[in-house]
């Protein structure tokens, strides 16, 4: 289909627990190309999880270590990436996402508390202004997306189906 080749590479971005990794999964499934998380490329790079780099090093070096896995996963020629929710908020990024088919799956707070209750494996949700990280975050992927997606739906399916659709990819 006529314009399809320049969504050959989708970046999903959205506030934790929107559903990057599940949607993402399931849209790559529909359109028969890789899919890539940063927070994996991390990890495994770093042969430990987010949490323990934020604990063992600071943010700072998770954060250098996700624009690296961030320039790996562009090299594809064809994937859904799902950058981890702070990535287009640091400058060093922008870069890396100019041009590119932005995706923002955008939820609510609440539905992102509910998602992620008990999860230990994400340090930023302990913050006390979570709220407010919340809110200056949710301009960053606006402002980065070239396409916004109400994803406050659990049907990750039905989610990555309206993807497709926005895009005007056939799946
Ligand atoms: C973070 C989000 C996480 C992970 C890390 C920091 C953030 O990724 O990269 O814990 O700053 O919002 P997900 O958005 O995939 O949960």
């Known amino acids: 289909m006529a314009g399809e080749e320049n969504h050959r590479q989708i970046v999903l971005v959205g506030f ?3 559903g990057k990794t599940t949607v993402g999964r ?3 499934k529909l359109l028969g190309i890789p899919f890539i998380d940063t927070d994996s490329l991390v990890e495994k790079k770093a042969g430990m999880t987010a ?3 934020f604990a063992a090093s600071g943010e ?3 954060r250098e270590l996700e624009t690296a896995a961030l320039g790996e ?3 594809a020629p064809a994937a859904v990436i799902s950058a981890g929710g702070g990535l287009p908020a640091q400058p060093e990024n922008a870069p890396l996402l100019a041009g590119r088919t932005v995706v923002y ?3 609510p707070l ?3 508390r509910r998602r992620t209750k008990g999860d230990t494996s994400r340090p930023l949700l302990a913050r006390p202004d979570l709220a407010s990280l919340y809110e200056a975050r949710c301009r960053i992927y606006a402002g980065v997306a070239t396409v916004t997606v109400d994803a406050a739906s659990d049907d990750a399916e039905a ?3 309206t993807v497709a659709d926005r895009l005007h990819l056939s799946v």
């Open 26 to 28: 399931r849209l790559a």
């Open 51 to 53: 949490a323990e780099i």
């Open 105 to 107: 799956l955008e939820v």
């Open 110 to 112: 609440d539905v992102v």
């Open 159 to 161: 989610v990555a189906r």
């Open 60 to 62: 700072q070096r998770f």
């Open 16 to 18: 934790m627990g929107s």
């Open 73 to 75: 996963a562009v090299q």
